[in-house]
């Protein structure tokens, strides 16, 4: 069971008597879980539940401040999935008083409450002088007493607003103002030192190239790629490190050891094996698959606009080994369409972890599950039993062993091309102190304060 404290309070609103938010029960977290798997609420977070909990009584408060949760079996990642913005617990007062507008009226616990959303623009959030916790000299949180989010439709504007003192911090940089702000080598450049500070940090992200591998779909059967030879050569042609440097300015990390990013303690950069740069191999290979010097048909890679110079970058490489690879940009929302329905034969995909378990990014490879996650439909069926018996395992050192054999599983049959691991870079005013994110890159802004 799960004892709650008995000192976190909703936010104001005007659903509550007197407008007063009430204390936080533990009926409150029954009931903003049981929405989660409501199909009236068509959450879009369904997933974290299905086929986990039990079906009649997944969700019990045994008194004010004790809740359980009922398992179908042992699932070791539940305490990260519970910790995710799915399971934010909501009063059912407020939610039934709005009803669909309930988005337009959030009401929570946390350290800061909604006050104004102005869609597509922007999002401010006062704080809430309700919150109970306190810093170590016992001060109460948070610091700020406001938070504006702004929205912009491109990194572009949002960089130069930033430029310009209009915001206090951005994550991350549009790739055409990289080389004005960043060396090569990823750090500040000289002339921005004394105006901002930059923060990196992991991020559990892992930017890849999936293959389509179901050998049922005719795409597949008519291209180079059935062969695993081929998915090899193209895994052997990047030169990630290069890539890191000149297309990526330094910001993480070459992918060179499996699809399981680092920053989990299951994972181990020594003992997964992956690919590193050997067009000697690459050329072994395709002469293995009997495609040397052949008329090699063209793949079809597709990408996304901001991908676009990575995806020639990856293009040209494998052509040096003797890979035709055409880029195709399209939308991203064409591209979801396409992978979700198994239309894209070769495309570039990222994966951030739901929750922080390496378990999140294996069930990408779990023939049981649809695209997605499983875009490139891989299946075998001793990665589905090592699967199953990671989740049954209860014993911290077994269960990571087994998911690094998935994860060099996954590496040998190269349904994918894991091309970086992903780090989170930050530009903050120097105004701003003690901000910072985890490696799911939320931010924490409970201590935040301006100089």
């Known amino acids: 069971p799960f004892h709650l404290r008995d000192s976190v309070f909703f936010h104001d609103n005007e ?25 009236k609420t068509a959450s879009s977070g369904a997933w974290i539940f299905n086929n986990r909990v039990d079906s009649v009584q997944p969700f019990i408060a045994l008194n004010d401040s004790t809740f359980q949760v009922k398992l179908l079996r042992p699932f070791h990642p539940i ?70 989010v702004s929205f912009f439709d491109n990194k572009a504007t949002e960089f130069l607003q ?32 004394d105006k901002i500070l930059m923060h990196k940090h992991a991020y559990l992200n892992t930017e890849y190239l999936g293959i389509l591998v179901d050998e049922e779909n005719v795409l597949v059967k008519n291209s180079p790629t059935k062969s695993k030879a081929i998915r090899k050569a193209i895994n052997y042609s990047i030169n990630r490190q290069q890539l890191m440097m000149y297309m990526r300015n330094g910001i993480g990390t070459a992918a060179e050891s499996g699809f399981v990013p680092g920053g989990l303690p299951s994972k181990n950069m020594e003992l997964v094996k992956g690919y590193n740069y050997n067009p000697a191999k690459a050329r072994a290979l ?36 003797g890979i035709k690879v055409q880029v195709e940009v399209v939308q991203k929302s064409l591209l979801l369409e396409q992978t979700s329905k198994s239309q894209a034969m070769f495309f570039r995909a990222s994966w951030i972890a739901d929750y922080p378990d390496a378990e999140n990014y294996l069930a990408v490879f779990y023939s049981k599950n649809p695209a997605p996650p499983n875009y490139t439909r891989y299946n075998n069926p001793t990665f589905d039993v090592l699967y199953e018996n990671a989740l049954l395992e209860t014993n911290d050192s077994i269960r990571y062993s087994l998911y690094r054999q998935m994860d060099q599983m996954v590496i040998d049959d190269a349904p994918v091309v894991p091309v970086w691991y992903d780090m989170a870079i930050h530009l903050v005013n120097k105004n701003v102190e003690n901000m910072s994110a985890n490696a799911l890159n939320l931010l924490e802004l409970r201590t935040v304060k301006l100089k």
């Not at 209009?166 to 702000?181: A, Q, R, T």
């Open 15 to 39: 659903a509550f008597s007197n407008g007063k938010g009430r204390r936080m029960v533990a009926t409150d977290v029954v009931y903003s879980f049981s929405r989660i798997l409501d199909k």
């Open 162 to 193: 930033f430029r310009q003192g209009g915001l206090s911090f951005i994550n991350d940089i549009d790739p055409s103002f990289k080389d004005e702000v960043l060396t090569k080598k990823g750090e500040l450049r000289n002339e921005w030192k």
């Open 79 to 148: 305490l990260g999935i519970l910790s995710t913005q799915y399971c934010s617990i909501v009063p059912y007062e407020v939610v039934e008083k709005y009803g669909k507008d309930f988005r337009r009226h959030p009401c929570g616990t946390g350290a800061f409450q909604f006050f104004m959303w102005e869609e597509g623009q922007a999002l401010v959030m006062h704080k809430n002088e309700h919150y109970w916790e306190h810093d170590s000299l016992g001060k109460p949180l948070p610091y700020l007493d406001a938070v504006k």
């Open 286 to 321: 395709i002469r293995e698959a009997g495609l040397e010097g052949k008329d090699f048909p063209t793949i079809k890679l597709l990408t996304i606009p901001i991908y676009a110079d990575i995806g020639s970058f990856i293009a040209k490489q494998c052509e040096e080994v």
